[in-house]
């Protein structure tokens, strides 16, 4: 039957007392997960901490499927940044390095225009209809290390949905059935 009928044949000789201990300890798994994310936010300052590149417009200096960890301070942001940033009307942050920043002598407040390394032009086709410059609110973070190709594993999640359940129900029917 092979490892997923071996799983199976474990649940099934499970009491309802151990299958209910291991299903809350898959729970408590989960709620940990959630934690350290909450918590990464709070001291990283940055609704996202973690993001996986995902287009090839960074290269050389980031490649697709790297992974960048960001962190979001009160300090001025200054042109040669890589900053992540959200669009009105689009899902997927994009990273791209800043290139120019105006600041508002009235007001303080800091435009920023930013670009990818490898692409043409500045990123004012991507922004929204009328934007011509980012605002701190689109800001998600700014670059403070990588960990190179380590993303590929979200990527191909993303792309291929099928791995992402049948990854996802192993891993829980593995933590179900074991008997430890």
Excluded at 37 to 58: D, F, H, I, R
Aim: net charge neutral; proline share 4%; with cysteine.
């Amino acid at each position: 039957m092979g490892w997923v009928g071996d799983q199976i044949d474990s649940l099934r000789s499970m009491n309802v007392r151990q299958l209910l201990t291991q299903t809350i300890s898959l729970g408590m798994i989960i709620t940990s997960a959630l934690i350290i994310w909450k918590v990464q936010q709070c001291v990283t300052g940055s609704e996202s901490p973690v993001v996986v590149v995902l287009s090839e417009s960074m290269e050389p200096g980031f490649q697709r499927g790297d992974i960048l960890f960001l962190r979001m301070s009160k300090d001025p942001i200054r042109s040669g940044e890589i900053v992540v940033f959200n669009i009105d009307g689009r899902e997927i942050p994009i990273v791209h390095r800043v290139i120019k920043v105006h600041e508002r002598q009235d007001t303080g407040e800091v435009d920023v225009l930013t670009k990818g390394d490898n692409n043409p032009g500045d990123d004012r086709l991507l922004y929204a209809r009328g934007q011509l410059w980012l605002h701190r609110q689109h800001i998600m973070g700014r670059a403070v290390g990588f960990l190179p190709y380590v993303g590929w594993v979200t990527i191909l999640m993303t792309e291929k949905p099928i791995i992402k359940y049948v990854l996802i129900g192993s891993l829980g029917l593995l933590m179900i059935a074991s008997k430890e």
